[in-house]
């Protein structure tokens, strides 16, 4: 663990970091949103304009804006190197819990509370397409390498995976027993990851939907997922304060890292893939409230 952020006032819930991977972008409780220099920790910026906690963020291709979804039922657009807010995008149903942006950077994919996936023009803010299938919230959701699918994982218990430019349902993956909290695709887009509230993560098949494996070994319910570069290695941040590193292809625990106090809301791994960054802390029951980078290789 080389590095600790500390500038929040509230739980970190949502991390990303800058395809150049220079600086970090973290969203909170505390309703801000926040820009680090990773190799130095310095505060770069904080993005001020929700009312709520912020639960996702994500960075465009290109690197240049910063797309947020908060609980105050708004996704925000802001400008990464001024701070500037572009433009807000609201809905008066549900608050967002996940965002994507499309590997083209023109669009955004949220997933909200009230069962939806909406996608929506970035340049412009207009609302494209909803997308409705799931019986309950949408907590996460991932765009595939070619932008042409979405996989939404939900607190019903499944994923489901849509045609981006239709929104047809191609299929509904099912075999967790509660509900799904993070999703990620491998770099290929041949597979995807899924963490769980029933403490395990699941790795499937996405052409066939078929499960590939059950990762079992976080005591509770896994808040994030990321996929390394090089697809090899999955992570995976849970309630019960730890980070694991896991080897793909063979479901086995590689390592588990430990330092945060407090839940692990958020992990993203730099574009080298060689450090992982994961934000924790929640409301005023915990004190954590920092956001780590560790080295892959030597922890």
Do not use: C
Request: aromatic letters at 6%.
């Amino acid at each position: 663990m080389k590095t600790i952020f500390t500038g929040h006032t509230g739980g970190i819930i949502a991390v990303a970091v800058t395809p150049d991977g220079l600086q970090i972008v973290s969203g909170s409780t505390d309703h801000t949103i926040k820009v680090w220099d990773l190799e130095s920790g310095q505060l770069l910026h904080t993005l001020e304009g929700h009312t709520k906690d912020v639960k996702a963020v994500a960075i465009t291709p290109d690197g240049q804006q910063v797309v947020s979804g908060s609980r105050d039922h708004t996704v925000k657009v802001w400008d990464l190197e001024s701070g500037k807010l572009l433009r807000s995008l609201e809905v008066y149903l549900g608050w967002f819990e996940s965002v994507a942006v499309t590997p083209d950077g023109r669009k955004i994919v949220s997933g909200s509370t009230d069962h939806t996936i909406k996608v929506w023009d970035l340049e412009s803010g207009q609302l494209l397409h909803t997308i409705e299938g799931h019986t309950n919230a949408v907590n996460a959701v991932a765009i595939t390498p070619d932008g042409r699918q979405v996989v939404s994982g939900s607190q019903d218990s499944t994923l489901k995976v849509w045609d981006l430019e239709s929104d047809k349902l191609l299929r509904s993956l099912e075999g967790h027993t509660e509900g799904i909290l993070a999703v990620a695709v491998t770099p290929d887009g041949r597979k995807v990851i899924s963490g769980s509230w029933d403490k395990t993560l699941k790795v499937w098949d996405l052409e066939s939907g078929q499960l590939l494996n059950t990762l079992e070994g976080h005591t509770q319910g896994i808040l994030a997922v990321a996929v390394t570069p090089d697809g090899r290695k999955v992570l995976s941040g849970s309630i019960d304060k730890t980070l694991k590193v896991w080897d793909l292809e063979s479901g086995h625990l590689l390592r588990s890292l430990e330092g945060h106090i407090s839940w692990v809301n958020a992990v993203a791994v730099t574009p080298d893939g060689r450090k992982v960054v994961s934000g924790s802390g929640w409301y005023l029951v915990h004190t954590d409230h920092t956001i780590k980078v560790w080295d892959l290789e030597s922890e």
